[in-house]
């Protein structure tokens, strides 16, 4: 028995488990920076977050060693029935949660808080490495693609429902293990682009983004045009069937709605398209007028969530991002401190516990979402690129890792480990400096939370324990 666990001690990446244990405990030491007060006492006072934030870490690491003592096959056994088992219990939550902040995402045991969509994270990561890793299974087959988005959207329209926003746009990250395992990069494109679209839609008005929606497709149509050969003619037609609507709802019926011209222009050329796709087999063509439909179709759509779906403190957070409006003493507050803060840290910082906008508690959410600007005052421009650092190793291990696993299953749940990791800390970061919009997301094992740091803890502990038996074929 004990040559048993030696070899498993053996076995394990300890790189990956000391950056591990390192975030840890510069988290709870910021942590304790965070909710510093003179009057409370030591470190482990269990009365405060700190001290309840030890508690935790204890726990994660109990749930680390019982992970890697588990067998590995385990994790892809029962990936299924965890998550099923997950998914019901955010659809408990749901039911009986309490609203917090607008949100029914945390069951309250006493004083502490479970929040289930941490571990949706981890449980959907099983799945798609089981699912994926099945005989015969190719992202690049629609099926397996649609089946694999089919796993992720249970899940984020569940946390969408409990109107927690910003944990359903962790899924994004998924695409970056699609895009690894084959996936057309257009796809990544055209998510770049929707992006795009989206932002624009909200900065000016729609008929102005359809416009350039239209120049952009008109472009690639000229461009064909000209591999083709078509009759010159055909070129001075296309922009006539927008324009000749336009000019008709402008001078003589203004009441017509606005996206009057685009829709006559795009049906007209319906079945000329069609045809052409048919005749000449022509891929770009087909995307190019599928794509003009649905974008002009889109910017429309955001228009009306936006000014007729949304409530007016979500449009005015939205506004605020984009420059729109200006919210110093509100929607802005968190950002304009957290920034002010960081900055005030200069090269070197101000040094453990004398930090003078973390003691005022002029930053909200401080020990939370806005963990970094802590790090930031009290560490400076050395201590942020350390954690920053440290961060970026542990992704670029874990995709090291993945790469050298035998199994499919092991290597496609490092490459979703690595990619949560990597939205969270480019996301988090990012709202603290300002760069990324407020979506409250943790820092791993930065933020305070037993839920979060339970989470980013099974994750990646479970990737650990796989790697530990790369040599091992697990289906």
């Not at 936006?306 to 420059?323: E, K, M, N, P, Y």
């Not at 990791?421 to 603290?432: A, D, K, P, Q, Y």
């Amino acid at each position: 028995m004990r040559n048993r666990d030696a070899d498993i001690v053996k076995r394990l990446d300890w790189i990956t488990i000391f950056l591990y244990l390192g975030l840890v405990l510069a988290g709870w030491a910021n942590i304790f920076a965070a909710v510093y007060n003179e009057e409370a006492g030591s470190i482990f006072d269990i009365s405060q977050k700190y001290g309840k934030q030890m508690l935790w870490i204890i726990a994660a690491f109990i749930i680390g060693i019982s992970i890697i003592i588990i067998d590995s096959k385990f994790y892809s056994g029962l990936s299924y029935p965890i998550y099923i088992a997950v998914l019901g219990l955010i659809v408990l939550t749901y039911l009986i949660a309490p609203d917090i902040k607008g949100a029914r995402a945390w069951i309250e045991i006493g004083d502490f808080r479970l929040q289930p969509s941490e571990f949706s994270k981890l449980a959907t990561s099983l799945v798609l490495a089981r699912y994926l890793s099945g005989y015969g299974k190719k992202i690049t087959d629609f099926s397996t693609l649609f089946r694999a988005s089919l796993i992720l959207l249970i899940p984020i329209m569940l946390i969408i429902l409990q109107n927690d926003t910003g944990s359903a746009l962790v899924y994004g990250a998924f695409l970056l293990v699609f895009y690894r395992l084959g996936m057309s990069g257009w796809v990544l494109v055209a998510v770049v682009y929707t992006v795009f679209v989206f932002s624009f839609s909200i900065i000016y008005n729609s008929f102005y983004v359809s416009i350039g929606i239209f120049l952009l497709a008109y472009g690639v149509y000229w461009y064909i045009a000209r591999i083709y050969k078509f009759l010159p003619l055909y070129t001075y037609i296309v922009p006539l069937l927008f324009i000749v609507p336009w000019v008709i709802q402008y001078y003589f019926v203004p009441e017509l709605p606005e996206f009057f011209p685009f829709a006559v222009g795009v049906l007209i050329l319906f079945v000329p398209a069609i045809v052409f796709i048919y005749k000449k087999k022509s891929k770009i063509m087909f995307l190019t007028y599928f794509l003009t439909v649905a974008s002009l179709g889109f910017t429309y759509s955001v228009d009306y969530i936006f000014h007729d779906v949304l409530g007016a403190h979500q449009q005015s957070r939205i506004r605020v991002f984009f420059g729109l409006e200006s919210d110093p003493k509100g929607l802005e507050f968190n950002v304009i401190q957290s920034k002010i803060a960081i900055g005030s840290g200069d090269f070197w910082g101000k040094g453990f516990l004398q930090g003078t906008q973390t003691k005022n508690n002029f930053v909200p959410e401080q020990s939370t979402d806005f963990i970094f600007c802590t790090v930031g005052e009290e560490w400076g421009f050395v201590g942020s690129t350390v954690v920053i650092i440290a961060f970026i190793l542990l992704i670029l291990r874990i995709m090291y890792l993945a790469e050298k696993q035998r199994s499919q299953f092991s290597k496609i749940y490092g490459y979703c480990v690595a990619s949560i990791f990597f939205f969270h800390f480019l996301v988090n970061i990012g709202m603290t400096i300002g760069l990324m919009p407020v979506i409250g997301i943790p820092l791993p094992f930065f933020s305070y939370g037993g839920s979060s740091l339970w989470g980013f803890t099974m994750l990646l502990f479970i990737f650990i324990k796989l790697d530990s038996d790369r040599d091992v074929l697990i289906q």
